[in-house]
């Protein structure tokens, strides 16, 4: 209580003196890893390697017990909490935790928004990437990793059109009037991971463990992280206090399967230039269908696409956009009007 | 300045009301990729994935440009800041930051310790590691990756004793008066990743830029990074006012090229039971030889063998042992009289 006090009085003051507008009363912070299970191997020949430059070589033998199909969860708690409920992040494929953290320009992103609007935060690294590590392939995780292009991005992301890119920055053509911050594209790409296509059970699985953990949270789900937080959603409503899907890859089809999603407020957001790149095309039926249904049952499910709105040019990575206050703004509005906020 | 006021005041204000010890002003957080170069890959086949459930199968064609060999770097900024320089914190072979971070068993480590004793925190993942990403194996990365498996950690961490490890934690039989949470080690064995041995100079390349990147710092290094921390001071000695080497893997060969280090305070902390397993027995000597021979040539090394000093029971992951804030007062008490604090 008088901590708390004490805490107010120091966000106050440092806010008032206005300074500082990014210094802030951290509670605490911390990671763990969470879900996940032994795997063991037996059978495979040793082999030598030498580890530490001068050592000599050490017989290495890759049979034996591991931990696999873990997640990692870094929190930073903010003093006071404004929101009601911790926000977890979930990031896309083939990304890490890292997509809501400082953007790819070295400006503040998503995290940091959200952080100083007093959400305590909860940023993953889903099973297979990142922090969370990987398993032996093919052993444990069955198929090949896949690495993403740099071209990929450009085009799949819409960052700019079709067969626009270049290794030569220079001389890529952006998506006209588009908001990525294009010179730190480069700088983007070195935060891609690989991902596998044999893994969607069982991130969902440390999902599922993830909020039995943490407990009543609000989800901030981001490309093919939208099906891990429906399915997740779906699996335990009692933990999910609301959900914002931003360019989900997909969702949950219509049916009464969704009938337990009715008194979760949902929001979903889609950038601009949709039709520009056939993976949207294609995949964002799936959550504009699921929200009608959802709607027709009585639940309460909002879709912004932001050029409806005036907010123009945005891409598939919003939160690394030069705009994405603008679009954060917009979700901390519809957390306030949906009660997810303390009085 | 009136912000740093206000702060002082805040942390003073918090820290004396007592009931909230871990809240502290935060003055900036966020992260980034820095190192690494492009590469690109071309003749492989195209094969065909499903990624995202209900979606058809998409070509996914592996020729392309890559960002390669960049490692991830995340801060966090204290105010007001009692050190003189942000402290960089770089972890061993087949782990990443996590290891600074909270411990396994769930207590603050290291990082929450430095960030509290007012440090600027620099926790990072080197190249291959975490979110630092890895390439394709082994057309960029030349040679398999290899898993951890836990009999060798605990072995090697020297958490046991040899052939003292069970696949059920309840027959492992721990280090009599060891300082590892051993309930809590198969939760440490989730932050294991996979490792190469062909990446060492790259990593180098990489921590190279980040101490370019950040300035003067003081470096923590453990384990392997004994070997980057060592080499990154010789080839930067103007950006690294002091080293602080936990356990090292290895260490530079005695000779003149140590007179570049003469000038900076180096700390060597090891732990207890090094004679209980070979690869301590033949690692430790590196960094020994190391000491006496850059103490000859008038350096400011100190060796601090914890069990010399009354510390007992200290592993390999020293920053995870129950008594982690008693060794971690060590070397903030050798930091203070090292000149590295502000007066």
Redesign the interface.
């Known amino acids: 209580m008088?901590?708390s006090l004490?805490?107010m009085?120091?966000a106050g003051?440092?806010a008032s003196?206005g300074?500082?507008a990014?210094?802030?009363?951290?509670?605490?912070?911390?990671?763990?890893?969470v879900g996940?299970r032994?795997a063991?191997l037996s059978g495979y020949p040793i082999a030598e390697?030498?580890?530490?430059?001068?050592?000599?070589p050490?017989r290495?033998?890759?049979?034996?017990?591991?931990?696999v199909e873990?997640m990692?969860v870094?929190y930073?708690i903010p003093?006071p909490q404004a929101s009601k409920y911790p926000l977890l992040m979930w990031h896309g494929?083939g990304l890490?935790?890292?997509t809501w953290?400082?953007k790819p320009d070295?400006k503040?992103g998503f995290m940091?928004y959200f952080?100083k609007a007093g959400h305590p935060i909860y940023v993953s690294?889903a099973v297979e990437r990142?922090?969370a590590?990987?398993?032996?392939t093919p052993e444990i995780f069955t198929?090949p990793?896949?690495?993403r292009?740099?071209?990929?991005a450009w085009e799949q992301f819409r960052i700019g059109p079709n067969n626009s890119y270049d290794?030569d920055p220079a001389k890529r053509v952006a998506t006209q009037g588009g908001k990525f911050p294009t010179q730190a594209f480069?700088?983007f790409?070195?935060?891609?991971?690989?991902?596998w296509?044999s893994n969607?059970a069982v991130t969902v699985k440390a999902y599922d463990a993830l909020l039995q953990r943490v407990g009543p949270s609000v989800l901030m789900v981001h490309s093919?992280a939208g099906?891990f937080g429906f399915r997740a959603t779906l699996n335990a409503p009692d933990k999910v206090k609301g959900l914002v899907a931003i360019e989900p890859?997909?969702a949950p089809?219509p049916g009464p399967e969704l009938d337990k999603l009715k008194s979760i407020p949902i929001l979903i957001i889609w950038g601009d230039n949709i039709g520009s790149e056939a993976?949207w095309v294609?995949?964002q039926p799936?959550s504009l269908k699921f929200a009608d249904d959802l709607k027709a049952r009585g639940g309460d499910v909002e879709v912004i696409e932001l050029p409806k709105i005036g907010i123009t040019g945005n891409d598939h990575m919003v939160m690394m956009d030069t705009n994405s206050d603008e679009v954060a703004a917009v979700i901390q509005d519809w957390m306030k009007r949906k009660g997810l906020m303390q009085d």
């Open positions: 008088k901590r004490a805490a009085l120091c003051l440092i003196i300074t500082s990014d210094a802030q009363v951290l509670k605490e912070f911390g990671s763990f890893h996940g032994q063991s390697y030498v580890f530490t430059q001068g050592a000599p050490t290495v033998d890759p049979n034996g017990d591991f931990e873990q990692y870094q930073l003093e494929g890490t935790g890292v953290d400082t070295g503040p940091q952080f690294d990142g922090r590590s990987w398993a032996r198929t990793p896949l690495f292009t740099k071209k990929e290794v480069d700088q790409a070195k935060q891609f991971v690989p991902r296509v969607d093919q099906n890859a997909g089809a993976v294609r995949q799936f």
